[in-house]
């Protein structure tokens, strides 16, 4: 098996902003698996990420190192991606599940075992700002096709409370989800909830720090707006750790370690009774295929990354009326955008 990877910039079309930071640009790595025997090939991505501690140097030293110990077969693959950061590890299974399914001509969700829905409606995400900017954009975002917003905000609890007014206001037709990113105490979560009671808010997304489990266990016994895990859930033994705590989980294949992880994950989570948002990234439609292949598992899918982006190096996906239409072609169902040459 031969792996290889190239590094480009992707650029955002504005600077996105969540209660931990600001970015404008992402350093994408795109990994290339080639089999032996094969004339196919399977590709994934690995984006940089500050709160990851992850940048291009340490992506191409993992990679350096799953390349030098999986051998020429392949079989030593599992074992020396347990060695990797996960985000690296899942660019390498998407690509080694691209070549798969490809050499078995089919889709990658057949190789799962799963469905492939047509039509896959998607969240999108209003990054901090202003109240006024952020009704701006839902309103833009409405009027394109999107019900489902996804509201960043931070710890002044008047401050979320207006984002969220102003966005109710100018997209009566979506729902929100509030996604403070661990910025929240219970008591803030509880007072936010009350002056937002009217508004449709349908989940709160990891409003307190993973390691709080009081809090978030006081917050989910005083609410029945549905409670998602995102930083509290990275791999199956998590799931232990958050009975009783939340209502959901949101599964980023960066984080759990890949889409083989990210379906027994999402099974194990179901067998538990908690629902599934599949989640992302800021990056191209080359990360976010894979996870749309796991569509069918999920009650909501937060799968906006690449929208976020100026230029979108890859394409098949859609996504900008609020809809993801999957083509069902054999592997990922993604391929490079006329110009690029990848």
Known sequence: MRLTWTIDTLELTHPFRISRGVMATREAV?????????????????????????DVDRIEEHLRHAREHCGRDGTGLDRALTAVHPAVAAAVWSAVAELRARTAAQPLADH????????VPISRTLGIGAAESMATEATALIAQGFRLLKVKTDADPTASVRRLAAVAAAAPDADLIVDPNEAWTATTALQVLADTRGLPVVALEQPLPASDRDGQRELRSRTDVPVIADEAIHTLPDL????????AVNIKLPKCGGIYRAHELAAAARERGMDVMLGCLASSSLSIAPAVHLASVARWCDLDGHLLLARDPWTGLGGEDGVLRPSGVAGLGVHPREGDDR
């Open 240 to 247: 232990d750790h958050l009975d009783g705590l939340v209502d």
């Open 112 to 119: 799962l075992g799963l469905p492939l829905p047509t039509e």
């Open 30 to 54: 795109t990994v290339t698996v080639t089999g032996p025997n094969s004339n196919h090939v399977g590709r994934g991505e690995v984006v940089t990420s500050p709160y990851a501690q992850l």
